[in-house]
């Protein structure tokens, strides 16, 4: 029978291909609310039905109602409320679905061989993929197919695996065709003898095992885990021996922009909008990035809000009302507000925001609301003022950072008495390699070279920063300002302390540790002060409290911080370890992106903080000696 085929898009279509326009049309009329990304793969879906034929692209109906069949047909979910019903494709999984394996090129063979989906989690991403699995497993005419569920680690590969088997286990009519190894609930591989194929699953450390995969289809789960392309590239390389193999890979949205997941995320994206520079509102312009990538990314359009705005939260969750209801995501969003450490992960699961930090130091709003356009050299020429310095060698960013007290402000406090607590200007200055800033944006994956171009960060030439250059501009801040102290953590410093001094410039070098298990020691002159005056011994600085009282300030309105996307940056990026008095501290190696002049900055406030009372003392009414309860 020959198969049908549709390469133009009109009111005569086959059934498939009706539903799957029907999606799109829907998406793009505004019937059914979608996202940027996917509005533009239903653009790119009707744009391939007109003009597809001739890149040699045709639609194959017939296949496209096959995989519809078999899922709807012969596949049973699992487990609570969907327990042994039929899998009923969603429109939006009967256009995911349709167009992977509808799509063909001029020599039959299918013309997708990647698909990548970023959805929000719970919405059967899993089941969707275990059933793609399964169809290729016994119904896609591969003799010897090897279908891999794959994911970075062993035990998040047995999920999606696990969701077919109980697919089978539902379905007596694929159960009597297949076979198990394993017992009960500890099955590693699905066996369909008649064609000689199976279906298991398989993590990064299978693949250092080196024994050859030959995928047909391979699906990545949760891509946002993978370390790096270990397993998903030696699976790739096995795609070699098959006529039409498919990486499917499925994810919730990541927190780390280095990754592979990032990489696949902006590919998807590139591809869906038809170009390689997509604006802020990704429009749709059409070009060929890539015709074998099928692309579905949820995501919120820049604006939306929801937090705020539940109209949105189906651009992220496409089954919203099928799966997930709105009362479970409202009281996500509840969470969400109530518990600040469980921001990102909320906004990156439920929502599709890649966030900066997998938890957030503080909300975004907070920081924007103390962020001004100020010259500080105008408004505080002369003033008494706090540095940290975080020194680099060839990768870091090295930093300096400058805090200058401007004053008290008062506070109130739950029992009615008010606080009278210090204010503060503070800014960043960052320096990074000349030589290596266009490979270093690469590998950072941040506008480095136009932070370069805007004065937000310094490039001298050469491969790393000499620290004859941050001196000099120590000595430069230090003949407008009055430089106090100088916090400084001991890598590489008593160099750039010779360099410093060695312009002239007079102030305390005060130890500043990174980590959060040390405090530094306190200055003998302090001790001797302290003792003669009768106060306590003063403690020396550390992390955990320059952190606290940088998070306080910022919080009440009391640091004024000059805008800077470096600095903003780093703060939405901040990682931290904790310790059981839940003391936290910055850790470089764990942050998605770079960090040094927010560490910087803490190291600033800590010093000009350092032995000076954060908070006079409460003030009453009773202070007033005319005051009385029958005047008030």
């Not at 999984?93 to 020599?107: E, N, P, R, V």
């Not at 397993?231 to 790739?236: A, G, I, V």
């Not at 950072?444 to 171009?453: F, L, N, R």
Request: charged share 25%; aromatic share 8%; with cysteine.
């Amino acid at each position: 029978m020959k198969k049908r085929t549709k390469t133009t898009c009109s009111t005569e279509v086959w059934p498939a291909l009706r539903r799957i326009n029907a999606y799109a049309e829907a998406v793009l009329a505004g019937d059914t609310i979608a996202g940027p990304h996917v509005r533009n793969a239903c653009r790119r879906h009707l744009d391939d039905l007109a003009t597809g034929a001739e890149r040699g692209l045709q639609f194959d109906d017939d296949a496209a109602q096959r995989v519809f069949r078999f899922f709807e047909e012969r596949l049973k979910l699992s487990e609570g409320q969907f327990e042994g019903r039929p899998f009923n494709l969603h429109p939006s999984q009967a256009f995911k679905l349709g167009s992977i394996f509808g799509w063909k090129k001029a020599d039959g063979s299918r013309r997708f061989r990647r698909a990548y989906i970023e959805e929000g989690k719970g919405n059967g991403k899993s089941p969707f993929a275990g059933g793609v699995g399964l169809y290729g497993l016994m119904a896609d005419n591969e003799a010897g197919a090897q279908i891999y569920a794959a994911a970075a680690k062993k035990e998040q590969a047995a999920i999606l695996f696990q969701d077919a088997v109980r697919m089978v286990r539902a379905a007596p009519a694929l159960e009597e065709r297949l076979k198990f190894s394993g017992g009960l609930g500890r099955e590693f591989n699905i066996a369909h003898h008649r064609s000689g194929s199976f279906f298991r699953p398989i993590s990064k450390d299978s693949g250092k095992s080196g024994s050859g995969p030959r995928p047909h289809f391979a699906l990545a789960d949760e891509v946002h885990e993978h370390p790096d392309r270990t397993t998903m590239e030696m699976l790739e390389r096995g795609f070699k021996f098959r006529r039409q193999p498919l990486l499917l890979m499925i994810t919730n949205s990541g927190s780390d922009r280095n990754t592979v997941c990032r990489e696949e995320h902006e590919h998807a994206v590139r591809v869906a909008a038809g170009t390689r520079e997509p604006d802020d509102d990704f429009t749709y312009v059409g070009e060929v990035i890539d015709d074998t990538t099928f692309s579905y990314v949820c995501a919120l359009d820049k604006d939306d809000d929801p937090l705020e705005d539940p109209a949105c939260w189906v651009k992220a969750n496409p089954l919203l009302g099928t799966i997930l209801t709105d009362d479970y995501l409202a009281g996500v969003v509840a969470q969400a507000k109530q518990i600040p450490g469980k921001l990102n992960g909320i906004l990156r699961l439920h929502f599709c925001k890649w966030t900066d930090a997998d938890k957030a130091w503080m909300p975004r709003a907070t920081v924007e609301a103390v962020m001004d356009d100020f010259d500080p050299e105008a408004e505080h020429d002369g003033s008494p003022a706090f540095l940290g310095v975080d020194l680099s060698g060839s990768k870091d960013i090295t930093a300096l950072a400058c805090v200058v007290p401007t004053g008290f402000k008062e506070m109130q406090r739950d029992d009615g008495t008010s606080v009278s607590l210090p204010t503060f200007d503070a800014w960043v200055e960052a320096w990074t390699p000349g030589n290596t800033l266009r490979a270093r944006a690469l590998a950072d994956k941040a506008p480095y070279e136009q932070w370069v171009a805007d004065g937000w960060l310094n490039a001298p030439p050469g491969p790393r920063i000499r620290f004859d250059y941050v001196a000099a501009r120590v000595q430069q801040i230090d003949q407008i300002f009055d430089i106090r102290a100088i916090a400084y953590d001991k890598y590489a410093y008593d160099k750039f302390r010779e360099e410093v001094e060695a312009l002239g410039v007079e102030a305390e070098h005060v130890p500043h540790p990174q980590g959060g298990k040390v405090r530094a020691r306190p200055s003998e002159a302090k001790v001797e002060a302290a003792k003669a005056a009768g106060s306590p011994i003063p403690q020396g600085l550390w992390m955990p409290g320059s952190v606290s009282a940088l998070e306080d300030m910022i919080i009440d309105g009391r640091i004024r911080l000059r805008r800077s996307p470096v600095l903003m940056t780093a703060l939405m990026g901040a990682t931290f370890d904790r310790d059981p008095q839940d003391n936290r501290w910055f850790v470089k190696p764990k942050a998605s992106v770079r960090i040094d002049v927010a560490v910087a900055l803490c190291m600033a406030v800590g010093a000009a903080t350092d032995g000076a009372p954060n908070v006079s003392q409460p003030t009453s009414p009773w202070d007033n000696p005319n005051y009385s309860l029958l005047a008030a």
